[in-house]
């Protein structure tokens, strides 16, 4: 049996297999149920390693042994193991978050805390700045910007930033402006946005983009991340942001953008 690397290769990060298994598993899923010696000639999987890599997968849920001699493997259905990841993941999760919850209120982590704030002031204001490579990295900076606003926010992206923020975002966006803090967004306007948008008519002060190309975000006129490429030419693997914690150069960014921001046209968002 012969199937794709690509289809091998994707196969292995979705299901997180190394490729032994997943030649081994794709082998039984096109037979249904078969002997390791069988499932060796088919994959291609040294015999001598076939017998691992079953147990390997049997221990994962991705297959059965029969009963009865010879010993057979049967496939288990794509639906349910899919099923059966995501109840673990999430099982996982909850107990990693109650974790973390535990670990804010033990003593060591006040400890760390004392130490966070010994060290940074001894920091030269200079020097509270950095880069931030890859746009998970980028968007996991950012969550921890916003989650700390107290006075105001200002977004400017592109188009597709627009409905990447508003899809991570929009719940805590609602929340900050619960909290009191003044949001405005300035973006072109792109299919898709519009209905996340009107969720957030009463929340975000939105104005609309044209002929401007820049993405940045200003926290409090406080601190400042940029973005130094345009997201349609680069890789978002290659997406690079620098922050910025310095009051004076935040202060400067935020004036020039008031300014072009009182040139704009507020847009009414309607359903679309």
Not at 4 to 22: G, M, P, S
Not at 142 to 149: D, S, T, Y
Not at 190 to 203: M, P, T, V
């Amino acid at each position: 049996m012969i199937v794709k690397e690509e289809l091998l290769k994707k196969l292995r990060a979705a299901f997180d297999l190394n490729i032994y298994e997943v030649k081994i598993w794709t082998a039984l899923l096109a037979r249904g149920i078969a002997t390791a010696g069988e499932l060796s000639d088919i994959s291609q999987v040294p015999r001598s390693r076939s017998y691992d890599v079953l147990e390997s997968l049997e221990k994962k849920s991705f297959v059965i042994m029969k009963l009865g001699r010879p010993i057979r493997y049967i496939a288990v259905k794509p639906d349910e193991i899919v099923r059966r990841m995501k109840d673990d993941i999430h099982v996982k999760a909850e107990h990693r978050v109650q974790f973390l919850d535990e670990v804010k209120t033990d003593p060591v982590f006040h400890d760390i805390e004392l130490l966070y704030k010994q060290g940074i002031q001894k920091v030269d204001p200079y020097s509270l700045a950095g880069s931030f490579k890859g746009r998970d990295s980028v968007y996991a900076h950012l969550r921890g910007m916003l989650e700390k606003a107290q006075k105001s926010v200002v977004l400017v992206t592109s188009a597709a930033g627009l409905q990447r923020k508003l899809k991570r975002y929009k719940g805590l966006l609602q929340k900050l402006h619960d909290q009191g803090v003044k949001i405005r967004i300035a973006a072109p306007l792109a299919d898709g946005s519009h209905k996340s948008l009107q969720e957030l008519k009463d929340c975000v002060q939105f104005k609309q983009l044209e002929n401007f190309k820049g993405r940045f975000t200003i926290i409090d006129d406080q601190e400042v991340l940029f973005m130094v490429s345009d997201d349609v030419d680069v890789h978002e693997n290659y997406d690079t942001g620098v922050w910025v914690n310095t009051p004076f150069f935040t202060k400067a960014f935020s004036n020039m953008f008031n300014s072009y921001w009182n040139d704009l046209q507020t847009v009414k968002v309607m359903k679309k």
